[in-house]
């Protein structure tokens, strides 16, 4: 079966680094995406990697190995905006978009 | 641009009572989407289309309908309403169904079913 993987909670201190990591297990793989959703709203698309390595956007950068089924969202100097839920999604080879449960991401001051 | 807008934002429904809900998107997409997300897991596709005029299953279509007569408009039909329904549901476009493209989503229709 198709499967993606996710914490379903963490927490990180205003200012600091926090890594949210995602493996998944799909028929066949034609990108990633993560995607940022806040309480009460509607997801807001962060990144998009298909290729092996490291894409950087700003304070947000995500990581992506092909052959290991895993990625990760890398986000640096924390803020109290970004406590939201973290969505990993996978197109398959059926171009299906196969979504995570998400990560609750809790900012402390 | 408004964007993806969807209506009503909250319903309260009881069992066996229908309803629609209407998703409308002024980028000029092809593809739209009507998603379904519950505590605990991730979003799920109820139905899609790929341009106006047709429509597809998803992953979880069973008690749902959908129609696409306008290009703008995707509109999602519960004909008899059941508590398994109760959950938040998004709709979203995309210029097409290519791998690269974003999907933007529409705020979100709360639906509960007494």
């Known amino acids: 079966g198709q499967n993606i993987d996710q914490p379903t909670e963490m927490t990180a201190t205003e200012g600091a680094i926090v890594q949210i990591n995602c493996t998944y297990q799909?028929?066949?793989?034609?990108?990633l995406f993560w995607y940022q959703q806040h309480a009460g709203e509607a997801p807001t698309f962060l990144s998009y990697?298909?290729l092996d390595g490291l894409e950087e956007k700003g304070r947000f950068s995500s990581f992506l190995s092909r052959s290991k089924g895993y990625s990760y969202l890398l986000l640096k100097e924390l803020q109290m905006k970004d406590s939201a839920s973290y969505l990993c999604a996978v197109w398959d080879s059926n171009y299906q978009l196969i979504w995570g449960a998400g990560t609750k991401l809790i900012i402390k001051p | 641009n408004a964007g993806v807008t969807q209506t009503p934002k909250f319903r309260v429904l009881k069992t066996g009572q229908s309803m629609t809900l209407l998703c409308a998107q002024d980028m000029n997409h092809e593809y739209m989407y009507w998603y379904r997300q519950d505590p605990g897991m991730g979003l799920r596709l109820i139905h899609y289309?790929?341009?106006?005029?047709?429509?597809a299953k998803g992953e979880v279509p069973d008690g749902y309908n959908v129609s696409r007569l306008k290009k703008q408009n995707f509109l999602l039909g519960l004909e008899s309403a059941a508590p398994s329904q109760t959950s938040v549901y998004f709709c979203?476009?995309?210029?097409?169904?290519?791998?690269?493209?974003?999907?933007?989503f529409g705020p979100g229709t709360r639906l509960l079913v007494l």
């Open positions: 979203a476009s995309s210029t097409s169904g290519g791998a690269a493209e974003t999907q933007y």
């Open positions: 289309s790929v341009g106006e005029g047709t429509t």
């Open positions: 799909t028929s066949g793989f034609n990108g």
């Open positions: 990697n298909v």
